[in-house]
Each structure stands twice: as C-alpha cells, then as structure tokens.
C-alpha cells in the first residue's frame, strides 16, 4: 500500500512482498476474479520474468512445497486458466465456485481437469468453501493476495486471522478505489473490523511492515 492508501499506481516492491508472504508457508493462495481480471488487463499474456520463475521453481527430487492457487470466481469470468497454470508461484490451480455459477463454466473447468468447489447459493459461502479445501486437500493455512471485494468476504465470514501491510513511501494520487477493505463494494454497508496491533518492522528502502490480528466475534 502507498502512504496515501492506494494499492496500485505506484511501483510496489513485489521480490519483497513474495519474500515476506512466503513466511506463512502457505498450503493454498486465495486470489478473487477481479485481481486475475485486472492481471490480465495489465499482462495480457500473464508473461512471468524470468527471474521469478527461478525463484519459484521447486528442485525436481524434492516434494512440490509451492501451494495451490485458488480463484473465487462465482460468475465465471476467469478464463485464462490455461495460462495461469504456466506460473511457477503454486503446483496446481483450483476454483471457488456457487450454486449460481452457470454450469457452462462449470463445464469449462471441467473440460480442462481443474477442479471446483461449489459452496454457497448466490455468493461463495466462504466459511464452507475453506472448510472443504481444508477437508479435500489438508489446506490449513491461506494466504489471500487480493482486492478490497474478496478480503471484505472473507473478513465478514469471520475466517481471518491476520491482516499484513507493507506500507510504502510513495504518495501515489489519482483515485481512491481499488483499496484494500471496500465492504460497500462487497455488499456489507455496515462492515467495521477492529483491529489489534501485533508488529511493526522497518524494512529496507523507508517500507515499513505492520501486522495485525483480527478480533473474533
């Protein structure tokens, strides 16, 4: 995040970012349809340097460590699917999905061997959904790398642990949106979480890195 609360518009240091997240050891990456999208409309070809793909790659001997890579996409609008699973950040993909998500797109992952969980009617029941990647696949740990809709779900189904930002010095102007929390976009009006204070480090280049828990309801 900028000093003036934008997560984009302004250079973010990613090595660091993944270097950091990569403390969790994360089991599954949760990412929503609108991070891929906006991915997308930035790389279309959802290129990856060169050197990330070093920095990723697992040794071939060993048991694959990287974590699954899943997409909560209700309305079935990620279709690059087949680039993704070119990335060298996880050994396999899998998506979240609800009742209303048309079967045609249902189809569409099938066609391609990856798999769906189905919770929830209208919406991705979030709370259901991690119970069965935990029941699936032994996904115990999730670190979400996404935008203000998908992070306000998953803070109102109270299934949150910590909230990590690595807050930089750069004043980034333009527009306030997209930001980090954006519950009126995430259909909660009334959506506040309290917050209590775990660390705060200085890192290199004026970045500064806060971590906080979230209090359980």
């Not at 997240?21 to 349809?33: I, K």
């Not at 906006?38 to 048991?63: C, G, I, Q, T, Y």
Request: glycine share 6%; net charge negative.
């Amino acid at each position: 995040m900028s000093l003036d609360g934008r997560i984009t518009n302004f250079p973010a240091d990613l090595d660091l970012y993944y270097s950091l997240a990569a403390r969790w050891n994360p089991d599954a990456v949760l990412f929503g349809s609108e991070t891929v999208l906006a991915a997308v409309r930035d790389n279309p070809a959802l290129e990856v340097p060169p050197e990330h793909e070093e920095m990723f790659m697992p040794p071939k001997s060993a048991p694959d460590p990287r974590p699954l890579l899943v997409i909560a996409d209700s309305r079935g609008r990620v279709r690059c699917w087949d680039a993704i699973r070119k990335w060298p950040y996880m050994r396999d993909v899998l998506a979240f999905c609800s009742s209303s998500t048309p079967q045609e797109y249902l189809d569409h992952l099938a066609e391609r061997k990856i798999s769906a969980i189905v919770a929830g009617e209208d919406h991705i029941d979030m709370s259901a959904a991690l119970k069965e990647l935990n029941r699936q696949y032994r996904v115990t740990t999730v670190r979400a790398d996404s935008g203000g809709t998908l992070n306000s779900v998953l803070l109102a189904a109270g299934v949150v642990d910590e909230v990590s930002v690595l807050f930089h010095p750069f004043l980034a102007g333009g527009r306030a949106e997209p930001t980090m929390f954006d519950p009126l976009k995430a259909g909660f009006n009334d959506l506040q979480i309290p917050l209590t204070h775990l660390q705060t480090e200085m890192l290199a280049n004026g970045i500064v890195w806060i971590r906080y828990s979230v209090a359980k309801t």
